[in-house]
């Protein structure tokens, strides 16, 4: 791959979650999908560091501790630590064998749920103008389902954000989907474009956890 072009999403790299057995899937998923994430961690790397105000760091999927099921997603993720991101808000971009996502995710690990499940309570209107329509919202970072910011309203966001102060396994992801079959992921450089967009979109969100 050009160092400097990113080459996109095909078609062959999401048929790597329809293929059977743990070991195969692995095989397909880092001979073909985990070069492009490790480029694109690098590519957008810098945009993030500057965006943020501090140093952020790329994690690629591992799966390391999986022994039977075969990953169902794949992804890379952006923190401001260079040992993990799981226990901090961060931002990932990964791949279902539906679609690619684009998001800003707290999942169960973090103990800055807690402040951010506070910053929805307290700064509901605030979210919801700052949230494009066709992002989308959920609770559960395993699964490609969803609930678009355009179908959610008050009451929702609130019961999100008291879920986060109260449960410990909760989490929460909100960013863009983009479809398989959508052009745009096979134009490397409009992608890798609209993925800085996105996540100029979402900084608001990332801060919120941090106030």
Known sequence: MNSTVFPGFDTRDFEVFSIDGLEPRMEALIERVRPKLTMLGEMIQPHL???SGEEMYVHVAKHARRTVNPPKDTWVAWAANKRGYKALPHFEVGMFGSHVFVVFAIIYESPRKVDFGKAIASRLQEIQKTVPDHFYWSTDHMS???TL??????????????KLQNI???EVVCGLRIAKDD???S?????????EQTFEQLLPLYKMAFA
């Not at 910011?149 to 008291?162: H, V």
């Not at 134009?187 to 993925?195: L, M, P, R, Y």
């Open 49 to 51: 560091s500057a965006l």
């Open 144 to 146: 490609p389902q969803g």
């Open 149 to 162: 910011q355009s179908d959610m309203d008050e009451q929702q966001l609130r019961a999100i954000g008291t």
């Open 168 to 170: 410990k396994k909760s």
């Open 183 to 185: 052009p745009l992921l």
């Open 187 to 195: 134009n490397g450089e409009a992608f890798v474009q609209k993925v």
